[in-house]
């Protein structure tokens, strides 16, 4: 997916419909704290991957 300017892990999230705080990024091989979804940004290469929580039994 091409990135926007001013794109961050935050509005990424939001904007494929995951809620941040049911989510875990790792940006380009690093754990994202979800305090700093808000403030990372992201650019063109960044490798993304977003483990959403899933409850059961």
């Given at each position: 997916?091409?990135?926007?300017?001013?794109?961050?892990?935050?509005?990424?999230?939001?904007?494929?419909?995951?809620?941040p705080a049911?989510?875990?990024?790792?940006?380009?091989?690093?754990?994202?704290?979800?305090?700093?979804?808000?403030?990372?940004?992201?650019?063109?290469?960044?490798?993304?991957?977003?483990?959403?929580?899933?409850?059961?039994?």
């Open positions: 997916m091409p990135c926007e300017n001013a794109l961050t892990v935050q509005s990424l999230l939001i904007k494929l419909g995951h809620d049911r989510v875990a990024v790792e940006k380009n091989g690093r754990i994202v704290p979800r305090a700093a979804f808000p403030d990372e940004p992201l650019d063109d290469g960044d490798t993304l991957e977003i483990v959403q929580f899933v409850g059961g039994g």
